[in-house]
């Protein structure tokens, strides 16, 4: 073999080795800058009714794992993989139940405090409770007020959410110090899939959706916030039952806690259109208090009304709430309470009671 030729050879492999080792250099040191978190929740349920035709049982709520992967110190990105209602998912078996999805899944780079920018699967920042109401050990309830549940609203509609819970998307969002007290104005706007086809808004289409939600914190009470709300899209299934309906909600929020004592209160207005062809207003409103003993237990009370037509201005339905929230340890949280339904849900003149105890797990 010619030595020019054993030469080029040579060069080439003393080449892919400097490739090569240059390679796990940048590797190494990337390694070494990125940081990985992983925790996440669970709830598991008791629920038992007086309502008719209902079971009493447990249920394996969710579990949640999360992983958080800080590739520099503007850099994060962060993945939700959620186990709802059991794990036993047999699709050849009818009677298997439960739901495994990627509740989010977004990258975020910041700029600066005031401003940083989220791309991808994130929840709808709206109200107090929809960025945190999976993660049920950081609420005294065993679920989170009724304006984030689906609600069914109409006989012969399906149940519904009243805005997306989930939205695919970017979202802009920050902090502003305003004043050298501790003042500050938290905001978020959000752009992406709207409630299309698909119930969680992943399916690519030409409908937008809008979420803003703006919070004051206000330097002369510590504790204290005020939050204001807006989500907009073309709601595929529409609540009132007209495919296709340009739907918004609108929500205002009061919050104020110390050590011991939280108080909190929502109201949320939503337009949506009847088969008649008219627009017509819902309006959801709760109010909740609840103070701490010893550290430990928490009682709490909440009232909910809801009115899905005002016009003729008529409370259709309202539910209250009493219950006890008990701080095991900082990981383990046991929650028990009494509902009590009134009026027409589900589109019964019946009034019944529901008693719940849920564990949520911090891990």
């Known amino acids: 073999m010619p030595k020019n030729k054993i030469n080029r050879r ?25 940081k990985y978190e992983l925790y996440g929740y669970s709830q598991i349920d ?8 209902t079971k009493s049982g447990f249920s394996q709520r969710r579990l949640n794992l999360i992983g958080e992967y800080f590739l520099d110190k503007n850099i994060r990105v962060l ?21 495994i999805k990627v509740s989010r899944m977004w990258i975020e780079y910041s700029v600066a405090p005031q401003l940083k920018i989220r791309a991808g699967k994130m929840f709808t920042p709206f109200g107090l ?18 304006m984030y549940s689906s609600l069914k609203l109409f006989s012969g509609l399906p149940a519904q959410r009243l805005f997306a819970k989930y939205y695919t998307g970017i979202e802009l969002l920050g902090i502003f110090e305003i004043d050298s007290e501790g003042g500050q104005l938290e905001y978020s706007v959000g752009i992406g899939n709207g409630r299309g086809i698909s119930k969680f808004g992943e399916d690519l ?13 206000p330097s002369f009470l510590e ?15 529409g609540i ?16 104020y806690e110390n050590d011991n004592l939280q108080l909190q209160t929502e109201g949320l207005v939503s337009s949506y259109k009847l088969l008649s062809g008219k627009k017509d207003l819902l309006t959801v409103g709760y109010i909740q208090a609840a103070y701490t003993f010893y550290d430990v237990l928490t009682p709490f009370v909440n009232y909910t009304f809801i009115n899905n037509n005002v016009k003729s201005n008529e409370v259709s339905f309202s539910r209250l709430n009493f219950g006890i929230n008990w701080a095991v340890s900082i990981n383990l949280f046991l929650k028990s309470e009494i509902q009590f339904h009134e009026s027409e849900e589900e589109h019964s003149d019946k009034s019944f009671k529901v008693f719940k105890i849920s564990a949520a797990i911090a891990f």
């Open 10 to 34: 040579g060069l080439s492999f003393f080449c892919l080795q400097t490739l090569f080792l240059l390679f796990l250099i940048q590797v190494t040191s990337i390694a070494q800058q990125t």
């Open 46 to 53: 008791f629920s038992a009714s007086s309502q008719q035709g």
């Open 79 to 99: 993945n939700d993989i959620e186990y709802e209602n059991g794990t036993d998912i047999s699709p050849t078996d009818s009677n298997s139940t439960g739901v």
């Open 129 to 146: 409770y929809n960025l945190i109401h999976d993660a049920s050990a950081s609420y005294f309830p065993v679920d989170p007020p009724i």
């Open 205 to 217: 289409n030409n409908n937008r959706s809008l979420s803003f939600r703006a919070m004051y914190r």
């Open 223 to 237: 504790g204290l916030q005020f939050g204001t709300s807006y989500y907009f899209d073309r709601n595929y299934y």
């Open 240 to 255: 009132g039952g007209v495919k296709n309906d340009d739907e918004y909600s609108a929500g205002l929020d009061i919050q």
